[in-house]
């Protein structure tokens, strides 16, 4: 079957840095996803990795790595407006996108 | 640019009622749209795609008697939820791609809140 595995939670403190792991078993592989839902709104897109390595955006990063089934969400200088889920998604042979259950990421102060 | 929409935000309607839901991409041509249910706490879990002009696709376990979804255009799909149960109260989320290749990313209306009393 298909799976998409990200921890259900973590916390960080804000001005920090924190890493939210993907890892994935898909038929087939057409690219990741990941996306931000803060609670009660939708997903807001954050970032798109096809190629193995690292794509930079501001703040945050992504990475991939495909032999490994593997991707992270880079968050750097944390603020509290970070505080969300944060969803990993990935494409299969199909083009169909497999979700992730979603990390919640709390943020102190 | 890439905004979808989706009218009503939120609806309070009686048992064996039904309910209609729109999605709207507002500045683009939306080849697939997509509907998504979510639970407290839970993932998205999703219904149905739908292609402009075509019958829907519908998920495992999805009734399509119950979710009826008509994409008549470019720009809109419509959900309606048939004869609702307060096990139908959810947060019903609509997406729509400009394609469905690998880098067409899904843009996300702002849902719609469905209580059932």
Redesign the interface.
């Known amino acids: 079957g298909q799976n998409i595995d990200q921890p259900t939670e973590m916390t960080a403190t804000e001005g920090a840095i924190v890493q939210i792991n993907c890892t994935y078993q898909t038929s087939g592989f ?2 990741l ?1 990941w ?1 931000q839902q803060h609670a ?6 954050l970032s ?1 990795n ?1 190629l193995d390595g690292l794509e930079e955006k501001g703040r945050f990063s992504s990475f991939l790595s495909r032999s490994k089934g593997y991707s992270y969400l880079l968050l750097k200088e944390l603020q509290m407006k970070d505080s969300a889920s944060y ?1 990993c998604a990935v ?1 299969d042979s199909n ?3 497999i ?4 990390t919640k990421l709390i943020i102190k102060p | 640019g890439a905004v979808v929409s989706q009218h009503p935000s939120w609806v309070i309607c009686k048992s064996g009622t039904s309910v209609k839901i729109e999605c709207r991409s507002l500045d683009f041509q939306a080849t697939t749209m997509f509907w998504y249910r979510q639970f407290p706490k839970q993932s998205l879990m999703l219904m149905a795609t739908s292609n402009e002009g075509s019958k829907a696709t519908y998920e495992q376990g999805v009734e399509k008697d119950k979710f009826l979804i008509n994409h008549a255009s470019l720009t809109l799909s419509t959900l309606t939820v048939t004869s609702a149960h307060p096990e139908d109260s959810s947060f019903y989320i609509c997406s729509a791609s400009s394609g469905t290749g690998g880098s067409y990313e899904q843009y996300f209306g702002p849902g719609t809140r469905l209580t059932v009393t």
């Open positions: 057409n690219g996803f996306y009660g709104e939708a997903p807001t897109f798109y096809v969803l494409k083009y169909q996108l979700w992730g259950a979603g």
